[in-house]
């Protein structure tokens, strides 16, 4: 039988990885030499909306739409965003481990 994932652990992580992805977005942006502005203009955001993104403050829910359209102001492709986000958390907590413990 499959343990059940902690709600309290997912919250976790996805709050870590909302931070990441704002710590990515300025690793991608500043490598690129671009401002928040230019980035924003790029990808039809709001600055506010980017500054929120990068310090993870965003309040409401973003849509894949909206980050591929960030990627693609950076310059990137989606996938290296999340590749990038991904290599900073390592794997979620419910998969740690896994394969280590006998299902009996």
Not at 22 to 37: C, M, P, V
Request: with cysteine.
């Amino acid at each position: 039988m499959k343990k059940q994932t902690d709600a309290a652990a997912l919250e976790q992580y996805r709050k870590e990885h909302d931070r990441c992805l704002g710590i990515a977005t300025i690793e991608f942006r500043t490598e690129k030499g671009l401002s928040q502005s230019e980035v924003a203009k790029r990808a039809l955001v709001s600055v506010l909306w980017i500054q929120r993104l990068e310090t993870n403050e965003l309040h409401t829910d973003y849509t894949i739409r909206r980050l591929d359209q960030v990627a693609g102001a950076l310059g990137i492709e989606l996938y290296d965003l999340y590749k990038r986000v991904s290599e900073m958390m390592g794997p979620p907590p419910w998969l740690k481990g896994e394969g280590t413990q006998n299902d009996e």
